[in-house]
């Protein structure tokens, strides 16, 4: 039940900025609810990225970086590298729901 | 290390049952709620269920409920997903993940589940 929608896929060259749009509702982020990030390498099981909006967890370059307004919240990374080839993906909780809810995931490509 | 390992996935008919294992280690798995996520294959990622610190308070996805119960053994440092009623589209890699202020921090590699008759 995916609440949250995410672009399916986003690219950039090498060293480029790119930006990952999550949106949702009044009765998930738009409620207050924090937002947090997670990449998926291929193969491998999600890693938490981003947790409470715009906090990074020890271990995560500073290149990541994450925001929230009204009903959206934003990932963004800075000097793109060959390994945030990646798939990512937002996740909130929802009121309406009672329950946890992820985006739909976006796909970024390195070019 | 802190670490999750899923296990008790395998191939099963629809209408049948399964239960799948998490096995933590490297904290104190009693203090922390406990999650149960699911991605299909070449699908995003689903929450399936919660469960608080304590075993008492439990959540599920529509999608699941009646037919999933989530549980924990807390003096054996284990999760548990018992699935009941399975359909093909509970087909998934099934993660546990602990909880920490309504984000997951910590994952398992998962365990496969194919409903197939």
């Known amino acids: 039940q995916s609440v949250l929608t995410q672009p399916p896929s986003v690219s950039g060259a090498p060293g480029q900025r790119v930006t990952i749009s999550c949106t949702g509702s009044s009765s998930n982020i738009g409620a207050g609810y924090d937002v947090h990030w997670y990449q998926q390498l291929p193969g491998t099981a999600p890693k938490l990225l981003i947790y409470?909006?715009?906090n990074r967890p020890s271990g995560v370059p500073d290149r990541f970086s994450g925001s929230k307004s009204g009903t959206s919240a934003s990932l963004a990374i800075t000097g793109l590298q060959a390994e945030d080839e990646a798939d990512y993906y937002c996740q909130s909780y929802d009121s309406s729901l009672s329950g946890y809810v992820f985006g739909t995931g976006t796909k970024v490509t390195v070019l | 290390q802190v670490q999750l390992v899923e296990s008790g996935g395998g191939v099963v008919q629809p209408g049948r049952s399964l239960r799948l294992s998490c096995a933590a280690s490297g904290f104190t798995f009693s203090n922390y709620p406990m999650h149960w996520v699911r991605q299909a294959p070449g699908k995003g990622l689903d929450w399936v269920a919660f469960i608080s610190y304590d075993g008492i308070d439990k959540y599920y996805a529509d999608s699941v409920k009646g037919r999933f119960t989530i549980s924990r053994d807390n003096s054996k440092n284990t999760l548990y997903l018992q699935m009941n009623g399975l359909r093909a589209e509970d087909t998934a890699v099934y993660y546990c993940?602990?909880?920490?202020?309504?984000?997951?921090?910590?994952w398992g590699k998962g365990t496969t589940v194919t409903v197939s008759s």
């Open positions: 409470n909006n715009s």
């Open positions: 993940a602990r909880e920490r202020g309504r984000y997951m921090d910590v």
